[in-house]
């Protein structure tokens, strides 16, 4: 399941890529996530409820931040599984400066399996996309 997009931020790079690095500020921002707890240098163990139709269930997984090139490009990989099925994928994270605001582009190719799979590619994606703007419509309220 391929997942890309964009979002501004209207704020400098620097600014931008500390509070997306921040895991105390991930937790707060990751829809459904009901625990972020560090295991070790950029790796954490997460706990998430999420619901996709009348799919609803409670994930346990790892996730951690690789490939960190401060402050333009990182990859977020994650992994989970529960009840309705798992989880699988890398999140590669771009960051553009212009003009004083900060363009950041993702692009994910996730598998998914399970129950959850059986919701439909088209109805996962659309409900995927929809978390990614929540998670960062509440990063953009943690940017001094």
């Known amino acids: 399941m391929k997942i890309e997009g ?5 704020a400098p ?5 500390n509070v997306l690095l921040d895991p105390k500020i991930m937790a707060q921002c990751m829809p459904g996530c009901e625990g972020l707890k560090e ?3 950029d ?10 139709a009348a ?3 409670t994930y346990k997984g790892k996730v951690s931040i690789k490939e960190k090139q401060a402050p333009v490009h990182y990859v ?6 529960g009840g309705p099925g ?6 590669t994270i771009d960051l553009e400066e212009k003009n004083g605001e900060t363009v950041l582009r993702y692009s994910t190719d996730a598998k998914v399996g399970g129950l959850i799979a059986g919701v439909g590619q088209r109805m996962i994606g659309g409900v995927a996309k929809m978390m990614v703007d929540q998670f960062f419509k509440k990063m953009e309220g ?3």
Do not use: H, N
């Not at 798992?86 to 999140?91: E, I, P």
């Open 86 to 91: 798992f989880m699988q994928g890398d999140v």
């Open 43 to 52: 790796q954490y163990e997460a706990t998430m409820k999420i619901g996709v």
């Open 76 to 81: 977020l990989s994650g992994e989970g599984s």
């Open 55 to 57: 799919v609803k269930g």
């Open 39 to 41: 295991i070790g240098p």
């Open 142 to 144: 943690f940017i001094p």
């Open 13 to 17: 790079r620097e600014r931008v890529w």
């Open 6 to 10: 964009s979002y501004t931020f209207k």
